[in-house]
């Protein structure tokens, strides 16, 4: 399974970014699948996870109200939609898909990763 990450960039405090990732290969061994995060200096944390039939979802309390995470499984892509972004939300931001049906906020219960999109916000 190959993941692509996109969307990330440089945004205002207050502003909003779209974040993608379009999953390849053989993804019919997919099931849940994540976002993370890692700022400099920091481990990588959990930001937001999605089931494969997109019908749960969780989210990091740090993110929650403000991050909303969907996707599509006709282009097996999921999305982050990023809205109210502050400054502490700048970090390099990561896909992940896992196999297991069973939802996890640890990056170790994910096998598979995406190269990571940097999102700078800016106060």
């Known amino acids: 399974v190959q993941l692509q990450a996109s969307g990330g960039g440089l945004v205002q405090a207050g502003g909003s970014l779209r974040l993608s990732c379009a999953a390849s290969?053989?993804?019919?061994?997919?099931?849940?699948m994540g976002w993370f995060r890692q700022a400099p200096g920091k481990e990588r944390e959990f930001v937001a996870a999605i089931s494969a039939s997109g019908g749960r979802t969780y989210y990091a309390d740090s993110v929650k109200g403000r991050f909303t995470i969907s996707k599509d499984n006709a282009k097996m892509t999921v999305y982050v939609q990023m809205n109210s972004l502050r400054p502490e939300d700048t970090a390099v931001y990561y896909c992940a898909a896992s196999g297991s049906p069973v939802y996890s906020d640890r990056p170790e219960r994910y096998r598979y990763w995406g190269q990571g999109t940097l999102v700078t916000v800016s106060s």
């Open positions: 290969g053989r993804t019919m061994i997919v099931d849940y």
